[in-house]
């Protein structure tokens, strides 16, 4: 079966420092999402892809994150410098009109930032 | 500004019984609702959808639950499973061409054996 995949899984890094994640969607799928997910809280939508182009980056906080998807495939999501309040879950997630929009999440990169 | 509320964080349940999770939403616009089940360590997986022109949608134990008028959405669970502990999360699509997700905070089911 088809599968979103993430890389690194866990992340832990000194505040002030860059840190990338990287996300392979499925195989097809068009749009891709990069969420971050704090804990105790549900996933909150950074940006959106549909192939090369953003078509959403509002929640994205712009002045250290970045996020890039140069062939439409795979992404990067970077962040420079990090801070403490950066430590959550960072999912990916991709979708297509074939299969109803519906979103397939990754596994996620667990960043600690101390 | 939090379109989709889940205000039980947590529910416990014993092996057998119906689990009931609750979800509200605020954005008459949405036009499609999601539950999403998470395990520790692992992305969120799809479960069960629904669309805002139906008012129920059943896939096996799991039965979803629109009530437009009151903005409000359930999930039921019978039987619960031990294997069903998990996080739930409700999310909502915008509508039209709009496909971002909203989601709420989630509710963390345990079942009891």
């Known amino acids: 079966e088809a599968e979103v995949a993430q890389s690194p899984r866990y992340k832990i890094t000194e505040k002030s420092q860059a840190v990338a994640f990287w996300c392979d969607p499925i195989?097809?799928?068009?749009?891709l999402y990069w969420y971050r997910q704090i804990l105790g809280q549900g996933p909150e939508l950074l940006v959106q892809f549909q192939d090369e182009s953003v078509v959403d980056d509002s929640q994205l906080p712009k002045d250290r994150f970045s996020a890039e998807r140069l062939k439409g495939v795979d992404s990067t999501l970077k962040i420079q410098p990090a801070e403490l309040g950066d430590s959550a879950m960072y999912l990916c997630?991709?979708?297509?009109?074939?299969?109803?929009?519906?979103?397939?999440f990754g596994p996620g990169t667990r960043l600690t930032v101390t | 500004d939090q379109q989709v509320k889940q205000n039980s964080p947590s529910l416990s349940v014993q092996e057998g019984r119906i689990s009931i999770l609750n979800c509200d939403y605020t954005n008459s616009m949405f036009d499609y609702f999601l539950w999403y089940k998470k395990y520790p360590a692992e992305g969120p997986t799809f479960l069960i959808s629904?669309?805002?022109?139906?008012d129920k949608n059943e896939d096996g134990r799991f039965t979803v639950f629109l009530n437009k008028s009151a903005k409000h959405l359930s999930l039921h669970i019978v039987p619960s499973q031990p294997g069903d502990s998990a996080v739930y999360f409700c999310a909502a699509r915008g509508g039209s061409n709009d496909y971002k997700l909203s989601f709420g905070a989630g509710t963390t089911v345990t079942v009891r054996a």
């Open positions: 629904i669309s805002s022109i139906k």
């Open positions: 997630a991709s979708s297509s009109r074939l299969a109803g929009y519906e979103q397939y």
């Open positions: 195989s097809g799928h068009a749009t």
